[in-house]
């Protein structure tokens, strides 16, 4: 016998009920847990501009080309809603057609999606009162311009720094601020990655024209592309000859600093992107060598490994600037395979071949590593001997866009904070209303607040934690919910086995620094 529609219909809103109660049951446990040992509050994230490290209500999608997973802002004005409202229903994907940030492939499909809320997550509050704010947390703070509504972006400057973002880096009195490594982990946006390959290359929709793998031989070149299919690269050599692969711009993604959670429209009017990262896991046989590259600014970066252990940073195209950066070694039994990370962001380079790891730090003034008009970013991998890479990815850097509506502290106009006032920007920075931007002084407790700053009367708290990263829904390659087992049984244990986005419960990464300028000299440097 099979269900009756009706019989399905029930069945379905059984295990809806289960689990909310499951959601329920888990959200009041941690509310309690933390209100007992912690003075916390919880909040739920409601737009996209702190994405893609924090969501608001969202489409979770799958490219229909080359399933890569990505997320896509729901606005509830294309569907005529009020604000921070979400439907109880699955909803075709608008505005516009979402872009793969890996294939470039424009979303065709009309199907229903369901919506996801936005992320739910832990809040230290009064932390500020004891301690000041570091450089790079994520922070919630009243509106200035709207002191009932609180919104959450991430620390960039504080009282008595002048603040000028140049190229879309930050810049504190003159001098450029790095990232710390988990909050740098969590800003690399995708390029490419070469684990996903289109199902169907001819169609003409990939970045408006048909796709081709954008990694290409260079001259006499003798990489082969497609050694075990399309996702492994190798060179068979001999003799002393380099031989080149170049990622190509014009056939794939661009450096272009889009995000895939926006609406694709103003992806045109993007800034270039020159701070990159490539990655792949690499197999050497003896004699071989493998080299990662980088172009910034019309200098090469180059890191190459050997399989007899060594690695060397050079670069060209500078002056002024020793050709070789760092030497250093690694035990060379890895080399049957070890992954090999090459990147390029805040003035700083730094390879990691397995689990060990070089850098080098340019001088952080604005212009060390030369300027943008010298040169377009690129990215490049170079070998000689026998070598096999897989798991290819390309990545860029957060880019802090300028023009367009951003108009407070970018080049040229620097902006220097008071006694007390901070500036914050969102993640999502095309599609951010943050203090670059805020039109307006705040108001509140009887003052009238400078525009473009929050006051530290205003500061609620540190985010630290996402205790529930949206209501769970199963899925399938297309984003739609999967077609659940017939008896109620077989749909429980579908529920409990695909949960694919559980593991976006996650810590919130900040400052280790509090915020205070670079010393006044510095000089470049490389640890080893």
């Given at each position: 016998?099979?269900?009756?529609?009706?019989?399905?219909?029930?069945?379905?809103?059984?295990?809806?009920?289960?689990?909310?109660?499951?959601?329920?049951?888990?959200?009041?446990?941690?509310?309690?847990?933390?209100?007992?040992?912690?003075?916390?509050?919880?909040?739920?994230?409601?737009?996209?501009?702190?994405?893609?490290?924090?969501?608001?209500?969202?489409?979770?999608?799958?490219?229909?080309?080359?399933?890569?997973?990505?997320?896509?802002?729901?606005?509830?004005?294309?569907?005529?809603?009020?604000?921070?409202?979400?439907?109880?229903?699955?909803?075709?994907?608008?505005?516009?057609?979402?872009?793969?940030?890996?294939?470039?492939?424009?979303?065709?499909?009309?199907?229903?999606?369901?919506?996801?809320?936005?992320?739910?997550?832990?809040?230290?509050?009064?932390?500020?009162?004891f301690i000041e704010p570091k450089?790079?947390?994520?922070?919630?703070?009243?509106?200035?311009?709207?002191?009932?509504?609180?919104?959450?972006?991430?620390?960039?400057?504080?009282?008595?720094?002048?603040?000028?973002?140049?190229?879309?880096?930050?810049?504190?009195?003159?001098?450029?601020?790095?990232?710390?490594?988990?909050?740098?982990?969590?800003?690399?946006?995708?390029?490419?990655?070469?684990?996903?390959?289109?199902?169907?290359?001819?169609?003409?929709?990939?970045?408006?024209?048909?796709?081709?793998?954008?990694?290409?031989?260079?001259?006499?070149?003798?990489?082969?592309?497609?050694?075990?299919?399309?996702?492994?690269?190798?060179?068979?050599?001999?003799?002393?000859?380099?031989?080149?692969?170049?990622?190509?711009?014009?056939?794939?993604?661009?450096?272009?600093?889009?995000?895939?959670?926006?609406?694709?429209?103003?992806?045109?009017?993007?800034?270039?992107?020159?701070?990159?990262?490539?990655?792949?896991?690499?197999?050497?046989?003896?004699?071989?060598?493998?080299?990662?590259?980088?172009?910034?600014?019309?200098?090469?970066?180059?890191?190459?490994?050997?399989?007899?252990?060594?690695?060397?940073?050079?670069?060209?195209?500078?002056?002024?600037?020793?050709?070789?950066?760092?030497e250093g070694s690694f035990p060379?039994?890895?080399?049957?395979?070890?992954?090999?990370?090459?990147?390029?962001?805040?003035?700083?380079?730094?390879?990691?071949?397995?689990?060990?790891?070089?850098?080098?730090?340019?001088?952080?003034?604005?212009?060390?590593?030369?300027?943008?008009?010298?040169?377009?970013?690129?990215?490049?991998?170079?070998?000689?001997?026998?070598?096999?890479?897989?798991?290819?990815?390309?990545?860029?850097?957060?880019?802090?866009?300028?023009?367009?509506?951003?108009?407070?502290?970018?080049?040229?106009?620097?902006?220097?904070?008071?006694?007390?006032?901070?500036?914050?920007?969102?993640?999502?920075?095309?599609?951010?209303?943050?203090?670059?931007?805020?039109?307006?002084?705040?108001?509140?407790?009887?003052?009238?607040?400078?525009?473009?700053?929050?006051?530290?009367?205003?500061?609620?708290?540190?985010?630290?934690?996402?205790?529930?990263?949206?209501?769970?829904?199963?899925?399938?390659?297309?984003?739609?919910?999967?077609?659940?087992?017939?008896?109620?049984l077989g749909r429980i244990g579908?529920?409990?086995?695909?949960?694919?986005?559980?593991?976006?419960?996650?810590?919130?990464?900040?400052?280790?620094?509090?915020?205070?300028?670079?010393?006044?000299?510095?000089?470049?440097?490389?640890?080893?």
């Amino acid at each position: 016998m099979t269900e009756t529609k009706n019989e399905k219909a029930a069945t379905t809103t059984r295990v809806d009920g289960l689990y909310s109660t499951l959601e329920w049951m888990i959200s009041a446990f941690c509310y309690t847990l933390v209100f007992i040992v912690f003075e916390m509050q919880a909040y739920t994230i409601p737009t996209g501009s702190m994405a893609d490290t924090l969501k608001g209500a969202h489409f979770r999608l799958r490219c229909e080309q080359c399933a890569y997973p990505y997320d896509y802002d729901f606005l509830p004005e294309a569907y005529r809603l009020d604000r921070n409202q979400t439907p109880g229903v699955n909803e075709e994907v608008k505005p516009g057609s979402p872009r793969c940030p890996s294939c470039g492939y424009f979303r065709q499909t009309g199907q229903r999606v369901p919506v996801v809320k936005g992320d739910r997550i832990f809040v230290l509050k009064s932390v500020y009162q004891f301690i000041e704010p570091k450089r790079w947390d994520v922070v919630v703070f009243k509106n200035p311009t709207n002191p009932g509504e609180n919104y959450i972006k991430r620390m960039i400057a504080g009282p008595g720094e002048t603040l000028e973002i140049i190229d879309g880096d930050i810049y504190i009195n003159g001098r450029i601020q790095r990232k710390p490594p988990k909050v740098q982990d969590e800003l690399w946006m995708p390029v490419y990655d070469n684990d996903y390959q289109p199902a169907r290359p001819n169609e003409p929709f990939f970045n408006r024209h048909t796709w081709s793998q954008p990694f290409r031989n260079a001259g006499t070149s003798a990489w082969n592309l497609a050694a075990r299919g399309p996702t492994v690269f190798s060179l068979d050599s001999t003799g002393p000859q380099i031989h080149r692969i170049e990622y190509d711009p014009t056939v794939g993604n661009d450096f272009r600093a889009t995000y895939a959670y926006d609406y694709p429209r103003d992806y045109p009017l993007m800034p270039i992107c020159s701070d990159l990262r490539i990655q792949f896991v690499a197999s050497l046989e003896p004699s071989s060598i493998v080299v990662a590259q980088l172009a910034k600014y019309g200098a090469v970066y180059r890191a190459w490994i050997s399989a007899d252990g060594r690695v060397r940073i050079t670069q060209t195209g500078l002056k002024d600037v020793p050709e070789t950066l760092v030497e250093g070694s690694f035990p060379s039994w890895i080399v049957e395979s070890v992954s090999i990370s090459f990147a390029n962001a805040d003035h700083r380079l730094w390879l990691t071949v397995g689990d060990n790891e070089w850098g080098y730090e340019f001088p952080t003034e604005a212009g060390s590593m030369g300027t943008p008009k010298a040169g377009m970013p690129g990215a490049a991998i170079e070998g000689a001997g026998t070598i096999r890479l897989s798991h290819i990815r390309l990545s860029r850097d957060i880019h802090y866009v300028s023009g367009q509506r951003a108009s407070r502290a970018m080049e040229g106009k620097p902006f220097t904070l008071d006694k007390d006032e901070f500036f914050v920007c969102g993640d999502n920075s095309p599609n951010s209303a943050d203090a670059r931007v805020w039109p307006s002084p705040g108001l509140g407790n009887g003052k009238e607040y400078r525009a473009g700053t929050v006051p530290r009367d205003y500061l609620v708290g540190k985010a630290f934690f996402v205790y529930w990263p949206g209501p769970y829904r199963p899925w399938n390659g297309t984003g739609l919910a999967d077609s659940m087992e017939r008896t109620p049984l077989g749909r429980i244990g579908k529920m409990l086995l695909n949960v694919p986005w559980v593991d976006g419960m996650k810590i919130i990464y900040g400052g280790h620094e509090s915020l205070t300028p670079y010393p006044a000299s510095e000089s470049a440097r490389h640890d080893g």
